[in-house]
């Protein structure tokens, strides 16, 4: 089974892009099912069809469902957090403390993953298309397995009691699930959609860093909406279009120049009428793929860490796709490297061969940030 997340800036057609890719699978005789993590929760729209939490038809060997994250809140979470509280103020915390300690923020899109990892093992899906939402909360989503399991950890003495030590071992399980089925890149990548303007496209570049930095891999991105070519059309309208054509043409050159290197762009021409509905879908979907698979796609992925012995030194490379004007920030905690990237930052465990060693600096290249290492005397 494969999964696609695809996600990009609100407004860009993310979810129009999923659920073409979706009707294109479904077409090609593959058991599809398109689930929106959005909480705007426009795929029933996109399909023109009424779509509700649990999988329902929306044509041949195509399914469609919407997840409403506040409803799992309410049936799952707040059974623990009610647990939690009780114990932890059992076991002399004050009340307002245990209240405090067992919120979580990005519950709801925890869940909401986990919603969808719960379908992708009881259906007979042999592929699930994810229509995330907007790129900000999608990283944090994608972010919240790795960080939740080291939440679960700091809660204190909570192993005394039974009850709540099964339920949070059970949910810490549930959340390691989730992490595993994020960073397998066999099963599940990400595909990222723009428009192509300067601002959408240094979001995507940011993006793709942000998403290295977590071990998730980006097998392609969509250019979506790029203006029609007017051809030997005269006028100003035709003149218009032409250098609107050009400007568009140059961000997608710079965006290929800024880290999309070894990854599948494809592109998609605006429309005139809004893409509603499974033949203006498939319409989308031979354009964006034609007779090749929508599964196909470069995942450009490399191990994060790669230890490059020189004569100068031992240096540490950090695998990650860097804009020219990305802000980058390394600190040592331990035994780990803290590596902060235009603000999202991750702790990144030290080969064990390099743990004695002193961080002394760094410089960037192609392939990401090289780190000098100095051996200890």
């Known amino acids: 089974m494969r999964v696609l997340l695809f996600t ?53 060997f195509l399914y469609g469902a919407q997840i409403d994250a506040r409803t799992l809140v309410d049936d799952t979470w707040e059974t623990l957090r009610h647990e939690l509280t009780t114990a932890l103020s059992g076991l002399g915390l004050d009340a307002l403390d245990a209240e405090e300690l067992t919120v979580l923020p990005g519950v709801d899109e925890l869940l909401s993953l986990g919603q969808v990892r719960r379908l992708a093992d009881e259906g007979p899906w042999e592929n699930i298309v994810v229509d995330c939402g907007p ?25 005394s009691v039974t009850r709540v030590a099964r339920s949070v071992d059970r949910f810490a399980a549930h959340v390691e699930s989730l992490r595993a089925l994020l960073t397998d890149h066999e099963t599940t990548t990400v595909r990222l959609v723009l428009t192509p303007e300067r601002v959408v496209a240094a979001e995507t570049r940011r993006t793709l860093t942000a998403l290295a930095l977590r071990g998730i891999a980006v097998d392609g991105v969509v250019v979506n909406r790029l203006m029609p070519s007017p051809g030997w059309w005269r006028g100003a309208a035709a003149s218009w279009l032409r250098t609107r054509r050009a400007q568009q043409e140059q961000v997608i050159e710079e965006l290929r120049d800024g880290g999309l290197t070894g990854r599948t762009l494809r592109t998609v021409e605006h429309r005139a009428v809004e893409p509603v509905g499974m033949e203006a879908l498939l319409e989308i979907a031979d354009e964006l793929y034609g007779k090749a698979s929508p599964l196909v796609g470069d995942v450009g992925a490399a191990p ?26 390394l600190a040592r905690v331990d035994d780990d490297l803290a590596v902060t990237v235009d603000g999202f930052r991750r702790l990144v465990a030290l080969p064990e061969s390099l743990r004695p060693y002193t961080l002394t600096g760094a410089e960037s290249d192609a392939r990401g940030l090289l780190v000098h290492l100095e051996s200890p005397l």
């Not at 020189?310 to 020219?324: D, F, H, N, T, W």
């Open 8 to 60: 990009g800036k609100g407004g860009v057609g993310k979810t129009t892009l999923a659920a073409a890719t979706g009707a294109c699978l479904a077409r090609r005789g593959r058991k599809t099912l398109v689930v929106s993590t959005d909480p705007a929760h426009s795929l029933a729209d996109a399909v023109g069809s009424p779509l509700g939490d649990e999988p329902s038809e929306v044509g041949s």
């Open 135 to 159: 790129t900000a909360e999608t990283l944090r989503l994608l972010a919240l397995p790795e960080a939740v399991a080291g939440y679960l950890r700091r809660l204190p003495a909570w192993r």
């Open 304 to 329: 994060l860490l790669e230890t490059v012995e020189a004569e100068s030194g031992v240096y540490l490379r950090i695998v990650l796709p860097l804009a020219k004007d990305s802000t980058v920030r």
